[in-house]
């Protein structure tokens, strides 16, 4: 048996980065770029006023009250072509132009207008209330690096930028596949030795909740021959995963009816709890995850291996490991010899620290215990009792809730 350390080199180190492929920018929300994106215009494209009010030159209202006569106007997406003369204002509204000859904007609210005429009440040294020219950006500068995954705000950098599309990564392609005897689709009405397959829906909604495009081949009996024809439908993807039947009981038959097929293992069994069983290699040409049926080890399994295998294929690997420091709600004993990954709550203390209690119940059969968990608490192999207090590592699972 492998440590997880040592399992996760060998997964991440048989996968390489996808090709790229341009998207637009409707369609980019979430996914990663395979390049790094360059302005291609200046943001403002020109020094431009921040305020509504008057664009004036300062030396004409270092004394107040001062009068300018108003001799244009220069609104967003418009400019003024003359040029401010001394004794002059140029009527200003936020993200107009200003125009030449002045080198301040003085806001409505310290002004008076009168006809043609504004009374300035308040001086305004050079500079005030203007935007320089590329203030946020120039042209050519980078905005956005290779392997970031693509959220709202990176999606508006890239339009300020002027991209209407980008290039990212290939989705990676995984195929996904149940088995047991004992399964049924969801919302069928299972027999009485029966249930509902999780499972596979769980897998097929980790998979596109990480940017990739699962291809969910169904159910199999733990039956070889059949098995071993429902995962030829996995020829041509990026990874291959099954769940069930890969511990060492009598139906426990991926192993047997893969092998056939071409499966290479590279390991099976990781010092893990839950997820000890997992399996990993090759069917043929594609790396192939055997994870064990219990669901709450098939997701863990999923969080930490083929969210790995789905980084390296995304280029995100080594973009933050999604780990957190937490403080203990309570004491935990020493551990034993496999690394666990404990279903937590997290929550705040008095003083604003975020604090794992972990829940009473761990068994790895329990998704309704899983479904309230906020994340994986991490205790490392033989690690030593802990306090209530003590430092740990919890992989976040809702990690949109963790803002304080
Ligand atoms: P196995 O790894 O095949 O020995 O399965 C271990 C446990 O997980 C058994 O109780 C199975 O019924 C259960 N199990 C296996 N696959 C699934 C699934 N897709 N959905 C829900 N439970 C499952
Ligand atoms: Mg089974």
Request: aromatic residues 4%; hydrophobic residues 40%; glycine residues 12%.
């Given at each position: 048996?492998?440590?997880?350390?040592?399992?996760?080199?060998?997964?991440?180190?048989?996968?390489?980065?996808?090709?790229?492929?341009?998207?637009?920018?409707?369609?980019?929300?979430?996914?990663?770029?395979?390049?790094?994106?360059?302005?291609?215009?200046?943001?403002?494209?020109?020094?431009?006023?921040?305020?509504?009010?008057?664009?004036?030159?300062?030396?004409?209202?270092?004394?107040?009250?001062?009068?300018?006569?108003v001799v244009g106007e220069?609104?967003?997406?418009?400019?003024?072509?003359?040029?401010?003369?001394?004794?002059?204002?140029?009527?200003?509204?936020?993200?107009?132009?200003?125009?030449?000859?002045?080198?301040?904007?003085?806001?409505?609210?310290?002004?008076?207008?009168?006809?043609?005429?504004?009374?300035?009440?308040?001086?305004?040294?050079?500079?005030?209330?203007?935007?320089?020219?590329?203030?946020?950006?120039?042209?050519?500068?980078?905005?956005?690096?290779?392997?970031?995954?693509?959220?709202?705000?990176?999606?508006?950098?890239?339009?300020?930028?002027?991209?209407?599309?980008?290039?990212?990564?290939?989705?990676?392609?995984?195929?996904?596949?149940?088995?047991?005897?004992?399964?049924?689709p969801p919302g069928k009405?299972?027999?009485?030795?029966?249930?509902?397959?999780?499972?596979?829906?769980?897998?097929?909604?980790?998979?596109?909740?990480?940017?990739?495009?699962?291809?969910?081949?169904?159910?199999?009996?733990?039956?070889?021959?059949?098995?071993?024809?429902?995962?030829?439908?996995?020829?041509?993807?990026?990874?291959?995963?099954?769940?069930?039947?890969?511990?060492?009981?009598?139906h426990d038959i991926v192993?047997?009816?893969?092998?056939?097929?071409?499966?290479?293992?590279?390991?099976?069994?990781?010092?893990?709890?839950?997820?000890?069983?997992?399996?990993?290699?090759?069917?043929?040409?594609?790396?192939?995850?055997?994870?064990?049926?219990?669901?709450?080890?098939?997701?863990?399994?999923?969080?930490?291996?083929?969210?790995?295998?789905?980084?390296?294929?995304?280029?995100?690997?080594?973009?933050?490991?999604?780990?957190?420091?937490?403080?203990?709600?309570?004491?935990?004993?020493?551990?034993?010899?496999?690394?666990?990954?404990?279903?937590?709550?997290?929550?705040?203390?008095?003083?604003?620290?975020?604090?794992?209690?972990?829940?009473?119940?761990?068994?790895?059969?329990?998704?309704?215990?899983?479904?309230?968990?906020?994340?994986?608490?991490?205790?490392?192999?033989?690690?030593?009792?802990?306090?209530?207090?003590?430092?740990?590592?919890?992989?976040?699972?809702?990690?949109?809730?963790?803002?304080?």
């Amino acid at each position: 048996m492998i440590s997880v350390e040592e399992a996760m080199a060998r997964v991440t180190a048989a996968f390489a980065p996808l090709p790229g492929e341009e998207v637009s920018l409707e369609n980019a929300l979430g996914r990663v770029l395979a390049e790094d994106v360059h302005a291609t215009v200046s943001h403002p494209p020109a020094d431009v006023s921040a305020m509504d009010g008057y664009a004036v030159r300062a030396g004409d209202v270092a004394e107040t009250p001062a009068s300018l006569t108003v001799v244009g106007e220069a609104p967003a997406g418009g400019c003024y072509e003359g040029e401010v003369a001394p004794g002059e204002a140029v009527r200003i509204f936020t993200g107009g132009t200003v125009p030449r000859g002045a080198d301040a904007v003085v806001m409505q609210e310290n002004t008076e207008r009168d006809g043609a005429t504004v009374t300035v009440k308040k001086s305004s040294d050079p500079g005030t209330h203007i935007r320089p020219q590329g203030q946020d950006f120039k042209s050519g500068d980078m905005g956005l690096a290779a392997g970031r995954r693509l959220g709202p705000h990176d999606i508006a950098l890239a339009a300020a930028m002027n991209m209407s599309h980008l290039s990212v990564r290939r989705k990676p392609r995984i195929a996904v596949l149940s088995t047991g005897d004992e399964l049924t689709p969801p919302g069928k009405t299972p027999g009485p030795d029966h249930i509902p397959g999780s499972n596979g829906p769980a897998l097929v909604a980790f998979i596109e909740s990480r940017g990739g495009e699962a291809v969910d081949l169904g159910i199999a009996p733990d039956d070889e021959g059949t098995l071993a024809s429902l995962a030829a439908g996995a020829k041509g993807s990026d990874a291959f995963v099954t769940s069930g039947g890969v511990s060492v009981g009598d139906h426990d038959i991926v192993h047997n009816a893969l092998g056939p097929c071409g499966l290479e293992v590279d390991f099976w069994g990781v010092a893990m709890r839950p997820g000890k069983p997992v399996m990993f290699g090759r069917l043929s040409d594609t790396p192939f995850f055997g994870f064990p049926g219990n669901p709450v080890s098939t997701l863990v399994c999923a969080v930490v291996f083929l969210g790995a295998a789905m980084d390296a294929m995304l280029g995100t690997a080594g973009r933050g490991s999604g780990e957190i420091p937490v403080r203990l709600a309570c004491e935990l004993k020493s551990n034993g010899k496999r690394q666990d990954f404990m279903r937590v709550r997290l929550s705040h203390d008095a003083e604003g620290n975020l604090t794992a209690t972990p829940f009473p119940k761990q068994d790895s059969a329990m998704l309704s215990v899983l479904a309230e968990a906020d994340g994986l608490l991490i205790r490392p192999p033989l690690a030593p009792a802990a306090k209530a207090g003590d430092l740990a590592s919890v992989i976040a699972l809702r990690p949109h809730l963790m803002a304080s």
